[in-house]
């Protein structure tokens, strides 16, 4: 059985910009893909080519096998809330969701069943001008569950909603997945993502950097574990380190952090050597640090940035400028 | 197709275009039935002829020509029926509502021939309203005048068939326009620009250009000269049709190969 979404080998220049480039990942039913990368990376381009909205200028991007305009129905298999998309300011909520129906060929009643699942049931007769970015996202939802789609794709979609709307889009999300259905959904921050996602699809400047599940992620981001110590004797410290196989990192003047030391280590040890502590504390690298480190160390062109980014290039000796040695 | 142009229905009349556009032309419709009773000096066709401005007695219009020319007042409305054209498709554009269309239908040949039929339909129904209200209109001043209602009713059959399929030829070209021009500014500046100005220039300067612009092939296609449109340079009522056809479903093919290739972002 062929996965939900399929991309392969996508590229798309606008002009002499590559937009995306090679791009390839798959989304499987019943599963929730976080589509992530900076803002710029590609990720709209590519929903959009996936939707048929921007052609594609070489590669495949199918869903179950067939291309977007190659389905039937579309809209009842394929359920999209883009960034971007407008209403017609004077047309009421209910108007604008009719006018897909029937264009779709779906019965009117689903109309007021999807206005009540997003929660716009009161102001079915409102004009949409007079709508806030929150309910135009969530009319946005409405329209693309009036078909009753296995696969949805949503750009962005916690834009312009507020937490009580992120975490209601969050439950959603996972109340869609529990159908069976296959969610594809893009965003430039994985926080936002990480307590949703059971896989995820890192992007950088339009390449894949990486399809894996958050599990995976997770354990890559576990692997970071280390120390934090703050001490007035750095200098006498990294001296010390030097001498046995450890990686670690000065991140501020008076603190070290220490690649995979535990506390039952590190605690004898600098009693040991009567090294003088204020702190001494666990360090998890985060999600976010693994994402960050993978969409920006992706590209040597772009200059590294803060150390506290970079995790697997710490190593010997201090690394902050103008630090005591 | 059916479901397309119903939901191009509902998405067009939940805009104020249908409403404002037919608004505007019932006035004007208005003012030439008006002007046609001021100016009407019983010797000849309406519109600015006379000028004596005499009511009453023997100089109502009851010639057929006269009737048929009392009855076509709304034939003016046709560049509402063109502006119709025009915005049912760049309004998609202007707001932005195209990328929900195109989720629905991404078959975009498909979008326009919705957008075609519907506008046509539009057209014609544009046509219908200005008849009635014309009848209904010219009809009672008729009366007053001292004329025969049931006169100009006789006309009818003379004057609706060729109004109503000119209204839906212009629709047609409307839409045609706009999907090459998708910017509705653009759009619209050339319609008026061309029908207005344009048009006439060209005709003037060269010979033979009538029967061939636009609104040659729509006056042939109206049949209103009665089968002696050869006498003003014209073709007959059904080449002039598909000739205004041909330019409305050209510009529609030319608009439907951009739309494929234009990215959506």
Redesign the interface.
């Given at each position: 059985m062929p996965s939900a979404i399929e991309v392969h080998g996508l590229s798309k220049h606008?002009g002499s910009v590559q937009a995306v480039n090679d791009l390839s990942f798959e989304v499987e039913q019943g599963r929730i893909t976080g589509f992530l990368g900076p803002n710029g990376s590609g990720k709209?381009?590519t929903l959009?080519m996936l939707?048929?909205?921007?052609?594609i200028s070489s590669g495949t991007a199918t869903f179950g096998g067939r291309r977007?305009?190659e389905?039937d129905h579309?809209?009842h298999h394929v359920g999209?809330v883009?960034e971007?998309?407008?209403?017609?300011?004077?047309?009421?909520a209910e108007?604008?969701l009719?006018?897909?129906a029937?264009?779709?060929?779906i019965p009117l009643t689903r109309v007021d069943e999807t206005l009540d699942l997003v929660g716009l049931t009161d102001v079915a007769r409102r004009r949409v001008g007079k709508f806030s970015l929150g309910m135009r996202q969530r009319l946005q939802l409405a329209?693309a569950l009036l078909g009753e789609p296995e696969i949805l794709i949503l750009d962005e979609p916690s834009n312009g909603l507020d937490p009580q709307g992120i975490q209601w889009l969050r439950t959603f999300i996972r109340h869609q997945a529990s159908l069976g259905h296959a969610v594809l959904v893009s965003s430039h921050l994985l926080s936002e993502m990480e307590e949703t996602v059971d896989d995820v699809v890192i992007v950088s400047h339009g390449k894949l950097v990486l399809q894996t599940t958050l599990a995976e992620l997770a354990t890559k981001a576990g692997t970071t574990t280390g120390m934090r110590i703050r001490s007035p004797e750095l200098g006498r410290l990294t001296a010390l380190l030097q001498a046995i196989p450890v990686a670690y990192r000065q991140t501020a003047p008076d603190t070290l952090v220490i690649d995979g030391a535990t506390p039952e280590w590190f605690g004898p040890f600098a009693a040991q050597n009567q090294i003088v502590l204020y702190e001494l504390a666990n360090e998890r690298g985060s999600l976010e640090d693994v994402f960050l480190s993978l969409t920006h160390g992706f590209d040597a062109a772009v200059p590294s940035g803060p150390s506290t980014g970079e995790i697997g290039e710490f190593g010997a000796g201090p690394a902050a400028p103008g630090a005591p040695s | 197709m059916i479901a397309g142009i119903r939901s191009e229905w509902l998405k067009i009349r939940t805009t104020a275009v249908p409403w404002v556009l037919t608004g505007i032309a019932l006035v004007i419709d208005g003012l030439l039935i008006l002007v046609y009773f001021v100016s009407h000096d019983g010797n000849g066709g309406g519109g600015n002829g006379g000028g004596n401005g005499s009511f009453g007695g023997l100089d109502y219009p009851h010639t057929a020509q006269q009737l048929r020319n009392l009855l076509g007042a709304g034939f003016e409305g046709y560049l509402f029926a063109l502006l119709l054209g025009v915005l049912i498709i760049t309004i998609e554009f202007r707001h932005k509502t195209v990328t929900t269309s195109f989720l629905v239908l991404p078959r975009r040949p498909l979008f326009v021939g919705a957008k075609l039929i519907t506008a046509a339909i539009l057209g014609a129904v544009l046509a219908i309203i200005m008849l009635v209200v014309t009848l209904i209109g010219g009809g009672i001043t008729l009366s007053a005048d001292g004329g025969s209602f049931s006169a100009l009713v006789h006309q009818i059959p003379a004057v609706a068939p060729g109004m109503i399929l000119v209204f839906a030829l212009f629709a047609i070209l409307g839409v045609g326009i706009g999907s090459v021009l998708t910017n509705q500014v653009a759009a619209i500046i050339v319609s008026l620009g061309w029908f207005i100005i344009l048009e006439g220039i060209l005709v003037s300067l060269v010979h033979g250009a009538a029967r061939w612009v636009p609104t040659g092939a729509a006056t042939a296609a109206s049949n209103l000269t009665r089968g002696r449109g050869a006498d003003f340079g014209l073709f007959n009522w059904w080449q002039g049709t598909l000739l205004m056809l041909a330019y409305g479903l050209v510009f529609a093919a030319l608009g439907s190969a951009i739309l494929t290739r234009r990215d959506i972002t």
């Open positions: 606008f709209t381009t959009r939707l048929g909205l921007v052609s977007y305009v389905l579309p809209v999209a883009l971007a998309t407008s209403f017609h300011p004077t047309r009421r108007d604008h009719k006018s897909v029937i264009g779709a060929g329209t | -």
